[in-house]
Each structure stands twice: as C-alpha cells, then as structure tokens.
C-alpha cells in the first residue's frame, strides 16, 4: 500500500479523528513523526514566515516545491502541503506550480477557496486531477473553504453555503473538506451529516473535546498556525532577553539537548 492510500484510510477511523501538528520544515516533519504522528501536514502561516514572507499565498511555488522533497525525503509517514490557492488564479497554473509537489511524492494537499467564487477553486482541483492522472500518480485534495473563518455569508446561511461548497467541490475529485472556523458541536454535526466527504476542522480552545469530535464524525483535526506561532513566541522572548542584558542565563531553560537532536535526524528516512 503506497502512502497516499494510507493516508486515505486515515481518514477512515470514526472512533478518532487523525490528529495533524502542523509543521513548516523537515525537521519539524521529523519531530512529529518521531513522537508518533501517523502523517505530517504543513502549515501556510508557519512555512511562509520560516522563509521570510507573510502568509496568503505570497510564497513562491518553488519553495514549496522544494520543502515537499525535504520533508517526503526526510520521513516515512505520508505527507501533505498546505498549498494555499495554489499560487495562481488560473487552474492550468495551479496544477503546474502543483507538478514538482506531486513527483516528489507527496500524499496529499489543502487549497482553499478563501473569498473567491467556489466555482474558482472547483476548477483548480479539477485541473489538479487531471494533470496528477496524466502523471500517473494520486493525490488527496482536502479543499479548504473560509466560510466560516472570513464570515462570507451571514451566520444562518454559513453551513448550507459549506454544503452547497462541499458538493461542488466533490463533483470535480476533492477528497476531504476543511472547514477553519467551525466550532459549535450543532453546526458540525449539521456539516459532517451533509456530505460524504471526511470533515477537517481546526484547532480552537473554543472546539468540543476529540472524543466529542469523533461522535460528531470529525474525521480529521489540525494544529493550524498554533505552534508555528508558539515556537516564534519563544524564540522571540529568549532572544530578545539575550540581547538585552547578554544574561546567559536564559539559555538554562529547558529544552531539547544536543544529542538528543542528533540522534533525532540520524535516525531519519
């Protein structure tokens, strides 16, 4: 079984929603699978930022093209790219920026529709199928919608507008359906009741615990930005400290030690 049909069936368990702690660099795609991730998803936010841009589709294709091989080349557990609108407003673009991506061998990828038409992203997964046949290969389109997290219709119409999205973006091949901003245990039970696709959702302090998730059908449950955006606190505190005084003693917290790390990526794919 190759790994993009494994992580189809990840999606499969209703008894637990496949956990993904987004990361935004090999290493970190390294790090979770050593502590047990069954696969490893990216984070736009998190991969923009490292590579010195802002998040929102600014990042060039060829980044991430490159860090899809380093992270496929570095871990055993199938992998997928945020891949944002796919960089372009065209579907024939989209699917070539995606090509490197798919031959590099990558499982599966989101792209979102955001506050275009749907009929937009409809299109791009649909070139997206057609260029990853021709090249003989399979990939899983999880097709993110921003009803929800950009408020695009009024309150009363958010979930039907998800549905109505949903079964137009299973029309053309998507695979799985991410719906960032959903929170209220009735409105996901009225999501993932509507369509056959798996539902992803969000990390949020405001979400029901994952046993509730999973009795709600949530098949799949992202970090999001939220450690990406930790991790930079951190780094920002200690740093800031260090230039501020030169106290070494902020370098005594915790944290991992140099030969646990070595032994991390020695023991990589």
Not at 199 to 207: D, G, K, P, W
Request: hydrophobic share 45%; aromatic share 6%; charged share 20%.
């Amino acid at each position: 079984m190759n790994n993009t049909q494994i992580f189809r069936n990840l999606h499969a368990d209703p008894a637990k929603p496949l956990i993904l702690p987004n990361i935004w660099d090999a290493g970190g795609a390294r790090l979770v699978e050593s502590l047990g991730a069954k696969a490893v998803a990216t984070t736009s936010g998190g991969v923009a930022w490292a590579n010195g841009y802002p998040d929102g589709n600014r990042l060039p294709a060829l980044l991430q093209a490159r860090l899809a091989e380093q992270i496929v080349n570095t871990v055993r557990i199938p992998v997928s790219i945020d891949f944002e609108a796919g960089y372009s407003s065209e579907p024939a673009a989209v699917a070539e920026n995606l090509r490197p991506l798919l031959a590099s061998g990558i499982s599966g990828i989101n792209i979102e529709d955001g506050a275009d038409s749907p009929a937009i992203l409809a299109a791009k997964i649909e070139a997206i199928k057609k260029t990853a046949s021709s090249m003989g290969t399979d990939i899983f389109v999880n097709a993110r919608t921003d009803v929800f997290l950009q408020d695009l219709v009024a309150d009363d119409r958010k979930v039907s507008e998800t549905l109505a999205r949903a079964a137009l973006y299973q029309s053309v091949g998507a695979d799985g359906l991410f719906v960032p901003g959903l929170t209220e245990a009735a409105d996901i039970a009225s999501v993932t009741g509507g369509t056959e696709l798996p539902v992803n959702l969000m990390a949020s302090v405001e979400l029901p615990k994952l046993d509730a998730l999973a009795k709600l059908n949530v098949r799949r449950l992202s970090a999001g930005t939220a450690i990406s955006k930790i991790a930079w606190h951190h780094a920002a505190r200690v740093a800031g400290n260090f230039l501020n005084d030169g106290d070494c003693e902020v370098f005594s917290e915790e944290a991992m030690q140099y030969p646990q790390l070595q032994k991390l990526f020695e023991d990589r794919r």
